[in-house]
């Protein structure tokens, strides 16, 4: 068999997503990555050609959406009296992201 999944693009991938890892870490990485994508080579042998595509596992699930009507909304004056902190008509929110 072929191997799918080495060192180095487990190192790449982890530079990517700038992951730092121990030696033993890595090392258990490497095998559960190549367990699963043997799990996943396995699965390619099924037959599935009598099995019809879908698009949910159940038939039954329906993506149930509300009509898009026109509410009565709270006054944008109102809802800003009740901020914490508010500028230029805007709610002030602390910042999410840190650089």
């Given at each position: 068999m072929e191997e799918v999944f080495s060192r180095d693009l487990l190192l790449r991938l982890m530079a990517l997503a700038q992951i730092r890892?121990?030696?033993?870490?890595?090392?258990?990485l490497i095998g559960n990555m190549r367990a699963f994508l043997s799990y996943v080579e396995r699965l390619d042998e099924v037959d599935l050609s009598d099995v019809p595509p879908c698009h949910h596992v159940l038939e039954c699930?329906?993506?149930?959406?509300?009509?898009?009507?026109?509410?009565?909304?709270?006054?944008?004056?109102?809802?800003?009296?009740?901020?914490?902190s508010h500028v230029g008509g805007m709610v002030r929110v602390p910042p999410v992201i840190k650089f």
């Amino acid at each position: 068999m072929e191997e799918v999944f080495s060192r180095d693009l487990l190192l790449r991938l982890m530079a990517l997503a700038q992951i730092r890892c121990t030696e033993r870490e890595l090392e258990r990485l490497i095998g559960n990555m190549r367990a699963f994508l043997s799990y996943v080579e396995r699965l390619d042998e099924v037959d599935l050609s009598d099995v019809p595509p879908c698009h949910h596992v159940l038939e039954c699930v329906v993506n149930a959406m509300r009509g898009d009507e026109p509410h009565n909304f709270l006054d944008s004056k109102l809802f800003l009296e009740g901020s914490p902190s508010h500028v230029g008509g805007m709610v002030r929110v602390p910042p999410v992201i840190k650089f």
